[in-house]
């Protein structure tokens, strides 16, 4: 739903500037119609009489191809003429479009291209009009996205936690995280250098790791990272979480009917903070002690009210308690745990926050694709479709995280739609400039073929893209 108002909103970029340039905008649709019907009749006698008459020109005789005769119907979902324009919705979801008379786009109209260029065609209007044209959708995307992180500052504010908070380090339990030499309870110290000041821009430094410095047992270490650790990561399951998780405490929510603690006297609210006189602060300590007394009674100590009080209870034979876990992290940061930062934007304020996760997250996108492009890092396999952007949203629903996520949709959508790729806005541009420095337009004919080498690119990185969903839900 969110990626598909985008293409919505991308396309009216381009339609909003071609309609003040006087361009005719013939198709607007979301999705694309493949084989559709794109002249009538009459349009299509014209131009086999025009090709005709190019061939005599010629002397040679014209002789309609199968193509040439080929008058295919649309299998458009939905479709409605308003004007002259026909708004619609294709069967073939990668992504959406507008027909532009006189432009030569995915729909290889060739037919209307081989007659006399118009005034309303798009070939016809000066070279910086069909620059604005093409570069419309891109900055309604960006503009999207700013006006996002603007409003998220204003209406949200930003919640982080606070690094420095962090005594004790943090639970490494990601297999990749691991296998660079990462472990439990290591401090932090810098990543490729840099200190971080809160805790998701010290997680996502993993992605584009070098090295690492941490503390541990009091000892600073450097860790060297693979330079496929990228790669690496993009094999982590989803169950694996967050590469950095929080050392939180054994915080009661309550207890199973079925096991013997039910009956004992805890509380939601309790916080079990030792077994049998000793001290455990987190509960990643807790399961190698609990197996310790499997089948035993233990003298638990409880933290109550900031009071400590002893109770006893049972361990079964799988090494349990039978206690539900709970808590989240503004209990722990009443506890003393972590430091959660909250601040609170004015609405001038808002602009200068928004503007900052604007381009924070427009970097943060342009060190992906680079990754992405470097064969050596791997990360070419964490290429995901349509599965893996479903899966980038959480299981509840938050709106706070939905507008986060639609923001740096907008984002990707808006840089990929600006690769150099003819089939994609920024092939347009780049021919486009191209005109505009040498003074020399390239030929139609050129166009048309880069333009279908260019679809067919994209056809290989969907295809790619959505194969590494199929073929990671397999393995995994």
Avoid: C
């Avoid at 291209?113 to 620059?131: G, N, T």
């Avoid at 006297?265 to 455990?280: F, M, S």
């Avoid at 499997?294 to 090494?319: F, M, S, Y």
């Amino acid at each position: 739903m969110s990626l598909s108002v985008l293409i919505v909103l991308h396309e009216f970029g381009h339609y909003l500037p071609a309609k003040a340039f006087k361009t005719r905008v013939e198709k607007f649709f979301l999705f694309f119609d493949p084989w559709a019907k794109r002249r009538s009749k009459e349009q299509l006698v014209s131009f086999r009489e025009q090709k005709a008459k190019d061939y005599e020109a010629e002397g040679e005789a014209f002789k309609p191809s199968f193509w040439d005769k080929f008058e295919p119907k649309s299998l458009a979902l939905l479709r409605k003429k308003i004007g002259e324009t026909e708004y619609g919705i294709g069967w073939l979801p990668l992504g959406g479009y507008v027909k532009i008379s006189g432009m030569i786009d995915e729909s290889m109209d060739k037919e209307q291209m081989a007659l006399p260029p118009q005034p309303w065609e798009f070939r016809s209007k000066p070279a910086w009009q069909r620059l604005i044209i093409m570069l419309g959708g891109v900055i309604v995307n960006f503009v999207l996205a700013w006006a996002i992180y603007v409003f998220v500052s204003g209406y949200y504010g930003d919640t982080t936690v606070a690094t420095n908070s962090i005594k004790d380090g943090y639970i490494i339990d990601n297999p990749v995280l691991k296998s660079v030499g990462l472990k439990t309870g290591d401090q932090i110290v810098s990543v490729n250098g840099t200190t971080y000041e809160n805790l998701a821009d010290l997680s996502y430094s993993f992605i584009t790791a070098k090295e690492a410095h941490v503390v541990r047992d009091g000892e600073e270490l450097k860790i060297d990272f693979p330079v496929d650790f990228p790669g690496q990561l993009t094999k982590s399951k989803k169950e694996d979480g967050a590469l950095l998780k929080l050392r939180v405490p054994f915080y009661i929510k309550g207890a199973i009917d079925t096991m013997q603690n039910a009956k004992a006297q805890i509380k939601e609210g309790d916080v079990i903070v030792g077994i049998n006189n000793r001290k455990l602060k987190y509960f990643d300590q807790f399961p190698d002690v609990l197996n310790a007394y499997k089948n035993q009674t233990v003298t638990a100590t409880i933290l109550r009210d900031k009071n400590e009080i002893k109770l006893p209870l049972n361990i079964n034979e799988d090494g349990k308690l039978g206690i539900i876990r709970g808590g989240n992290i503004d209990v722990f940061d009443k506890l003393g745990y972590v430091d959660v930062v909250r601040k609170e934007y004015t609405f001038t304020e808002s602009f200068g926050a928004g503007t900052t996760k604007f381009i924070k997250q427009f970097k943060k996108y342009g060190e992906q694709l680079k990754l992405i492009f470097t064969p050596s890092t791997g990360a070419y396999q964490g290429v995901g479709g349509f599965y893996a952007i479903y899966n980038v949203f959480p299981d509840t629903w938050s709106w706070e995280f939905f507008w986060g996520i639609t923001a740096f949709l907008s984002i990707m959508l808006g840089v990929l739609n600006l690769l150099p790729i003819p089939a994609l806005d920024g092939g347009h541009v780049m021919f486009l400039l191209y005109e505009m420095i040498s003074g020399r337009k390239p030929s139609e004919r050129f166009l048309e073929r880069a333009q279908m080498i260019g679809f067919l690119i994209l056809i290989a990185l969907v295809l790619f893209a959505n194969g590494n969903d199929i073929f990671k839900a397999i393995t995994n």
